[in-house]
């Protein structure tokens, strides 16, 4: 799936609670460019305590919904982004996080949803308010309900994990999806 299929890469991002305001109105593509920078321990703007990255996998049943949105026979877009503490890795045919945590945000309230080209982008700003976890796994659902709905992507921290305190900090799920055209034969 790695080599033809869409790639999926997600960043976990902790930042001073003081910070959110400012980060909330950061555009997409501008919030990708700095989390890659401060991944590679380049000096970021805004200031951010951590950054995870992973490359893990859009799960077939996300892929096969995907196919029956572009057909218009579902009309339930992908909304929420979901936190999770689990560090099992990812699984294609999984359609939960193992250890989700009690509530998922809506990307149309607190974060974006955007197309551009052949890629998809998904921000999740969770606040400081949200219940303190140890972030390792997230994805991408279609509804509010935690372990319910269609779960288009699974991305697994293994490296590293961001630790969010309810109150004092503030974190951000942002994954990015691209789906290429590239066949290869052999």
Not at 48 to 55: E, L, R, T, Y
Not at 63 to 86: D, E, K, N, P, V
Not at 96 to 113: D, F, H, K, P, Y
Not at 144 to 162: A, E, H, K, V, W
């Amino acid at each position: 799936m790695k080599k033809n299929g869409p790639k999926d890469i997600c960043y976990a991002v902790l930042y001073d609670a003081k910070d959110a305001d400012y980060i909330l109105k950061l555009n997409p593509d501008f919030l990708f460019q700095k989390l890659e920078e401060k991944y590679n321990d380049h000096p970021s703007l805004p200031e951010f305590i951590a950054v995870q990255k992973a490359d893990d996998i859009v799960t077939f049943p996300g892929l096969s919904y995907c196919m029956q949105l572009i057909l218009g026979t579902q009309t339930t877009r992908f909304t929420f982004m979901c936190a999770g503490s689990s560090p099992i890795a990812a699984n294609p045919f999984r359609q939960t996080l193992v250890s989700e945590a009690s509530s998922r945000i809506n990307m149309s309230i607190s974060g974006s949803m955007t197309r551009s080209g052949k890629s998809l982008r998904f921000v999740g700003n969770f606040p400081a308010s949200f219940q303190t976890i140890t972030v390792s796994e997230s994805g991408v659902n279609t509804t509010s309900t935690p372990n319910t709905g269609i779960l288009l992507n699974r991305n697994q921290f293994s490296s590293s994990d961001i630790v969010h305190t309810m109150g004092v900090t503030a974190f951000t799920l942002a994954s990015l999806i691209t789906f290429s055209a590239v066949t290869t034969w052999g």
